[in-house]
């Protein structure tokens, strides 16, 4: 095979005698979402396309986050984003404020504004079909804190595996694995969030059930009923303020003696249109799954009756159909969590996303340099002690990326000409022109 390659060395690069494997590349590879390599092998030339992995979500609405802690800012681009949406920087700005550092003494003291700025895709405060360009600019950057981190890795952080993997890495804040890349994500669930409310009533609603061996009984939270106001009215976002109260107990607790503990997060979802979710490897929970696992610290997820379910027999745990008032199939329990056979079945879905500890704790642990050698740390910089309370924009956020992707392609494939209405609804609200969209 024979080729070149022209690009400015790093630390952990290629060697010298290596550059032959790859073909011609240029800086301007590096810039572009898929990279091109010419090869020759004997007479045949021929192109080989490398599709940037790992920072796309979505097939018809589709995210794309860019940024890292400590660099200029982080932000999003919002493909597929339908038109004369009503859009403006503060419909952002709420769930960025819910994500923000520093809103309490259980979170990080680190201190930004999260400004969100539209560059591109809105004109005259409604979408136009075009890419949206959101971006937030990190201003309280500190790469004093991480100089330990440049030598010795974090234990059970990401610091490692990114060395592992890319052969280098963005020490200053973690770069790409710091949770600061979710503003991207939030942002563009906002507008996701918009636009399924505005369409279809669809609600989606989370809260901290679990922090560290705090557990909310289920039977105390009424998903039905269940508003923001009551997920906001403290800083633990759990929904019921007795045991609100001991969660932020225990969060203070681990705080003040430098160390950190994890949870869970419920996330339900009310009013979501049936049949959302193609079998068989696009199932509706397994998208559900990757979107809310891809969230920095998580270890767990399930929805319905989940691991519990496995205790039930068949007779147990089946929900048995019946016809409501309005002649709607529905069920009496809702032990699916609103999917059957990867498919929305109309009922609310509801799942759980496990948190581990945050990682970085100032504490003396043991761990090795990026030199090999064994050594102690203790890591200094601004942490959550409890990622779950902070967490809570971000599971809704990711949920209402792949709800979004979902509607399109039901749309799409389903629904595009005449519905059969003996089995089929329509995906909209009867009177679209109340949910303020433009048509």
């Given at each position: 095979m024979a080729s070149s390659?022209?690009?400015?060395?790093?630390?952990?690069?290629?060697?010298?005698?290596?550059?032959?494997?790859?073909g011609s590349l240029r800086h301007s590879d590096l810039r572009s979402a898929v990279l091109r390599i010419s090869t020759t092998r004997g007479s045949r030339s021929r192109t080989l396309e490398i599709k940037a992995a790992g920072s796309t979500y979505g097939n018809f609405f589709r995210v794309t986050t860019?940024?890292?802690?400590?660099?200029?800012?982080?932000?999003?681009?919002?493909?597929?984003?339908?038109?004369?949406?009503?859009?403006t920087e503060?419909?952002?700005?709420?769930?960025?404020?819910?994500?923000?550092?520093?809103?309490?003494?259980?979170?990080?003291?680190?201190?930004?504004?999260?400004?969100?700025h539209?560059?591109?895709?809105?004109?005259?405060?409604?979408?136009?079909?075009?890419?949206?360009?959101?971006?937030?600019?990190?201003?309280?950057?500190?790469?004093?804190?991480?100089?330990?981190?440049?030598?010795?890795?974090?234990?059970?952080?990401a610091d490692a595996t990114y060395d592992f993997k890319y052969g280098t890495r963005s020490v200053e804040g973690g770069g790409r694995s710091s949770?600061?890349?979710?503003?991207?994500?939030?942002a563009a669930g906002a507008v996701a969030k918009k636009i399924l409310k505005a369409y279809s009533g669809t609600e989606i609603l989370a809260y901290v059930s679990q922090a560290h061996k705090v557990i909310l009984p289920e039977d105390l939270v009424d998903h039905?009923?269940?508003?923001?106001?009551?997920?906001?009215?403290?800083?633990?976002?759990?929904?019921?303020?007795?045991?609100?109260?001991?969660?932020?107990?225990?969060i203070d607790a681990v705080r003040v003696k430098g160390d950190s503990v994890g949870g869970v997060v419920t996330c339900i979802v009310r009013n979501l249109p049936r049949g959302?979710?193609?079998?068989?490897?696009?199932?509706l929970e397994a998208e559900l799954a990757k979107a809310a696992l891809s969230l920095p610290a998580?270890?767990?997820?399930?929805?319905?009756?989940?691991?519990?379910?496995?205790?039930?027999?068949?007779?147990?745990?089946n929900d048995e159909f019946y016809m409501d008032e309005h002649g709607r199939v529905r069920t009496r329990t809702n032990r699916s969590g609103g999917i059957q056979g990867g498919i929305s079945n109309g009922e609310i879905i509801n799942m759980r996303i496990a948190f581990k500890p945050t990682s970085t704790i100032s504490r003396k642990q043991n761990t090795v340099t990026r030199d090999k050698k064994e050594t102690e740390l203790i890591a200094r910089g601004r942490h959550d002690p409890c990622v779950v309370p902070r967490a809570v924009p971000m599971v809704e956020a990711s949920v209402a990326l792949v709800l979004m992707d979902q509607l399109l392609a039901q749309y799409a494939q389903c629904q595009l000409f005449p519905i059969n209405p003996d089995f089929q609804e329509p995906l909209q609200l009867p009177k679209l022109e109340q949910s303020g969209i433009s048509l």
């Open positions: 390659l022209s690009i400015k060395p790093f630390v952990g690069a290629l060697s010298s005698d290596e550059p032959s494997r790859f860019f940024g890292e802690s400590h660099g200029g800012g982080v932000g999003c681009v919002i493909d597929g984003c339908p038109p004369r949406i009503p859009l503060a419909d952002l700005q709420v769930d960025l404020d819910r994500r923000r550092p520093g809103q309490s003494r259980i979170t990080t003291p680190r201190k930004e504004t999260d400004t969100a539209i560059y591109s895709g809105v004109a005259e405060g409604f979408t136009t079909g075009s890419p949206i360009m959101i971006k937030v600019p990190n201003t309280d950057q500190r790469g004093k804190d991480y100089s330990e981190m440049s030598m010795a890795y974090r234990p059970s952080h949770a600061r890349e979710t503003i991207g994500r939030v039905e009923t269940l508003t923001l106001e009551q997920v906001e009215s403290n800083i633990a976002r759990c929904p019921h303020p007795e045991y609100a109260e001991k969660m932020i107990a225990a959302l979710g193609s079998p068989v490897f696009d199932k998580t270890k767990g997820f399930e929805f319905g009756s989940g691991f519990a379910g496995t205790f039930l027999t068949g007779s147990e745990h």
